[in-house]
């Protein structure tokens, strides 16, 4: 079976940090691309960062660039997510998503105010 969880969430304020794990199990992590995913509330889905297969390969929304870093430790099957200087509008729900999309974890909550 198939597991994504998320932790690492919680409230923060402006210009804080966070740091987001997800926990993966029930498929070869090592050969899936890793994504966090989020939603505002009252909005749609927005991607924020993927972590390709190979180690190091990273991509990230302009959004969140040079305030958020993912990374994945494929030896432990996990994905993470630095989140530095948080905006209010970094508050969301943070999803753990495997693949193009096929597997999603519960989400943990991200809430950024003073």
């Known amino acids: 079976e198939v597991q994504l969880v998320e932790s690492g969430g919680g409230s923060v304020q402006p210009g804080g940090s966070l740091r987001l794990s997800c926990a993966a199990s029930g498929f070869v992590f090592s050969s899936y691309t890793m994504s966090w995913v989020r939603q505002a509330p009252g909005k749609g889905l927005e991607w924020v960062s993927i972590?390709?297969?190979?180690?190091?390969?990273?991509g990230v929304a302009d959004s969140v660039k040079g305030r958020f870093t993912i990374s994945r430790d494929n030896a432990k099957n996990t994905l993470y997510l630095q989140m530095n200087s948080l905006k209010p509008d970094d508050t969301a729900i943070y999803y753990c998503?495997?693949?193009?999309?096929?597997?999603w974890g519960q989400g943990t909550q991200v809430t950024v105010s003073s």
């Open positions: 998503v495997a693949g193009e999309y096929a597997y």
């Open positions: 972590a390709n297969v190979a180690e190091g390969s990273t």
